[in-house]
């Protein structure tokens, strides 16, 4: 199909003004994993699924937005340092979103909301414009929606935190999304910087737990385990999967390849970063009680963390047509009957069948006869 007028605004590969911009993403994840691990209850994990389903939403807004809007221009790059400005305030409010008292989440979420439709429009695309015009103010809605969230705090809070989330994810289902073109080397590109990030946390937990903690076996054993984890799982991602998916978005028709894209890189996404910030948060206390017993929300933590990572990440695969995808689904199953071990033996002891069951299927699947890029 041949490219649309304006179709040369779109980049083929991440700029530098954009990994930058990234960096806010890490600070997003770090103040995540903190809720979680502060509150390693139903209650935190309800809040971290709110907050990142709405955060990714727009963070994903973004990727989409210099996909199609080159940002190689002055006023398009203040604009985008404006909305990662936005971005740092509201990834400072996290602590706080919840509390009732504090505007700051709401007000920044409206601010990136409201940078991110005028930064879209300078695209000269018709039908891209057109696009934004349909799904501006369904984003407009969610962002007053956390806004009064946070202002009402409660039950009632949690509810407009839950419509929010849910009218910004049905919001494709409702206005479609044919308008908007998809460049795929750079928007394959920039889903793993972001799956990058966030797997950086799961790093920076392990340091964080070890901080002020002698150098002994105990915390060099934990934390080489928890390192082995977050390479398992950047191997899942990033052994293949990642230039297959850029080969798959390519070879779908240009009018059709951005319905594809908010499956695997919207959808699918949300539930892998998620699992890397649970099991983030379980790493940040095991580091600290390496061979101790676990109590039932930590070791939850660990094998649950791995088993939504690995269910986002077979969606995923299933969505591009990666290649099989059963060995993964049994490793997840495999990974939350980890659970007993930890809660009767230690954490490390848990760690190490994670380790094993994750490193397994990973070198099994390597040495299986199926092509990659073909679903069974």
Same mark, same amino acid.
């Given at each position: 199909?041949?490219?649309?007028?304006?179709? %040369?605004?779109?980049?083929e590969?991440?700029?530098?003004?954009e990994l930058f911009?990234?960096?806010v993403?890490v600070?997003t #994840?770090?103040q995540?994993t903190?809720?979680?691990s502060?509150?390693p209850?139903p209650?935190?994990?309800?809040?971290v699924?709110?907050?990142?389903?709405?955060?990714?939403?727009?963070y994903?807004?973004y990727?989409?937005l210099?996909n199609?809007?080159a940002p190689d221009?002055?006023a398009r790059r203040l604009?985008l340092?404006?909305?990662?400005?936005?971005?740092?305030?509201?990834?400072?409010a996290i602590?706080?979103?919840?509390?009732g008292?504090?505007?700051?989440f709401?007000?920044?979420?409206?601010?990136?909301v409201?940078i991110?439709?005028g930064?879209y429009s300078?695209t000269s695309?018709t039908h891209t414009?057109r696009a934004l015009?349909?799904?501006?103010?369904?984003n407009? %809605?969610?962002?007053?929606?956390?806004l009064?969230a946070?202002?009402?705090g409660?039950?009632a809070?949690?509810?407009l935190?839950a419509?929010a989330?849910?009218?910004?994810w049905?919001?494709?289902?409702?206005t479609?999304i044919?308008?908007?073109? #998809?460049?795929?080397?750079?928007f394959?590109?920039r889903?793993g910087?972001?799956? #990058?990030?966030?797997?950086?946390?799961?790093?920076?937990?392990?340091?964080i737990?070890a901080a002020g903690?002698?150098?002994?076996?105990?915390?060099?054993?934990?934390?080489?385990?928890?390192?082995?984890?977050?390479?398992?799982?950047?191997?899942a991602?990033?052994?293949g999967d990642?230039s297959g998916?850029?080969?798959a978005l390519?070879a779908v028709?240009?009018d059709?390849r951005a319905?594809?894209a908010v499956r695997?890189?919207g959808?699918?996404h949300l539930?892998i970063?998620?699992g890397i910030i649970?099991?983030a948060?379980?790493l940040?206390?095991?580091i600290g009680h390496a061979?101790?017993?676990l109590?039932?929300a930590?070791?939850?933590?660990l094998?649950?963390g791995?088993?939504?990572?690995?269910?986002?990440? #077979?969606?995923?695969?299933?969505t591009?047509?990666l290649?099989?995808?059963?060995?993964?689904a049994?490793? %997840?199953v495999?990974a939350?009957?980890t659970i007993?071990?930890?809660l009767?033996?230690?954490?490390?002891?848990?760690l190490?069948?994670?380790g094993i069951?994750?490193?397994?299927?990973l070198?099994?699947?390597?040495a299986g006869t199926?092509p990659?890029?073909r679903?069974?």
């Amino acid at each position: 199909m041949a490219r649309p007028p304006g179709q %040369a605004e779109q980049v083929e590969r991440v700029s530098t003004l954009e990994l930058f911009f990234d960096l806010v993403f890490v600070f997003t #994840i770090t103040q995540l994993t903190a809720v979680l691990s502060d509150d390693p209850t139903p209650r935190g994990l309800l809040r971290v699924v709110l907050m990142l389903g709405v955060i990714f939403w727009m963070y994903d807004g973004y990727v989409w937005l210099t996909n199609a809007v080159a940002p190689d221009r002055a006023a398009r790059r203040l604009l985008l340092l404006g909305g990662m400005a936005g971005f740092l305030v509201l990834a400072l409010a996290i602590p706080q979103a919840f509390s009732g008292d504090d505007l700051a989440f709401g007000l920044a979420y409206l601010v990136v909301v409201s940078i991110h439709a005028g930064l879209y429009s300078r695209t000269s695309v018709t039908h891209t414009v057109r696009a934004l015009v349909r799904l501006a103010p369904f984003n407009l %809605a969610s962002a007053l929606l956390v806004l009064a969230a946070v202002v009402a705090g409660g039950p009632a809070g949690y509810l407009l935190w839950a419509a929010a989330f849910a009218l910004e994810w049905v919001t494709p289902l409702v206005t479609g999304i044919g308008g908007f073109r #998809i460049a795929s080397a750079h928007f394959a590109e920039r889903h793993g910087l972001v799956v #990058i990030v966030a797997l950086g946390e799961s790093v920076v937990a392990i340091g964080i737990g070890a901080a002020g903690q002698p150098v002994d076996l105990a915390l060099t054993s934990v934390a080489l385990l928890g390192l082995l984890l977050a390479a398992c799982l950047w191997w899942a991602y990033f052994g293949g999967d990642d230039s297959g998916a850029e080969r798959a978005l390519a070879a779908v028709p240009e009018d059709r390849r951005a319905a594809l894209a908010v499956r695997a890189f919207g959808y699918w996404h949300l539930p892998i970063l998620l699992g890397i910030i649970v099991l983030a948060a379980g790493l940040k206390h095991a580091i600290g009680h390496a061979f101790d017993p676990l109590d039932l929300a930590h070791a939850l933590l660990l094998s649950g963390g791995v088993a939504v990572f690995l269910d986002g990440d #077979i969606g995923f695969r299933r969505t591009l047509r990666l290649g099989p995808s059963h060995l993964r689904a049994t490793a %997840a199953v495999l990974a939350l009957a980890t659970i007993p071990l930890g809660l009767e033996a230690s954490a490390v002891f848990q760690l190490s069948f994670l380790g094993i069951v994750l490193s397994g299927s990973l070198a099994a699947e390597s040495a299986g006869t199926w092509p990659r890029g073909r679903q069974s």
